[in-house]
């Protein structure tokens, strides 16, 4: 079982950066592949980054590739997704979410390959 607990969000305007945090705790953190996923507002919650139990693999969505950034700390049990020029179409809430095991075929993609999920971080950015 792990706990994660997200942190970073909040209000900024378009053109902005954030950094959002995911702190894990619970069973070893390094044995977690780690991604992020958002949801607006009358949307599905959809994929947004993933990253490798050691960081070595990264993946994107296409509508944030280039602009943020996914990293891992195993030493601290935090994920990490940095933010910049953020667009008012970036605005929803951020969830984190850990995987037991490593990725396969394109499996960082799918929210139901996820195990634990966190509650929640909102992001909203002003035109």
């Known amino acids: 079982q792990v706990q994660l607990v997200e942190s970073g969000g909040g209000l900024v305007q378009a053109g902005g950066s954030l950094r959002l945090s995911c702190a894990a705790s619970?069973?070893?953190?390094?044995?977690?592949?780690m991604g992020w996923f958002r949801q607006a507002p009358g949307k599905e919650r959809e994929f947004v980054a993933a990253i490798s139990r050691s960081g070595g693999n990264t993946y994107y969505s296409d509508s944030v590739k280039g602009r943020f950034t996914i990293a891992r700390d195993n030493a601290k049990n935090t994920v990490y997704l940095q933010m910049n020029s953020l667009k008012p179409e970036d605005t929803a809430v951020y969830y984190c979410a850990a995987r037991e095991g490593e990725y396969y075929s394109g499996s960082y993609y799918y929210r139901y390959e996820y195990d634990y999920w966190g509650q929640g971080t909102q992001v909203t950015v002003s035109s």
């Open positions: 619970g069973r070893t953190f390094s044995s977690y592949a």
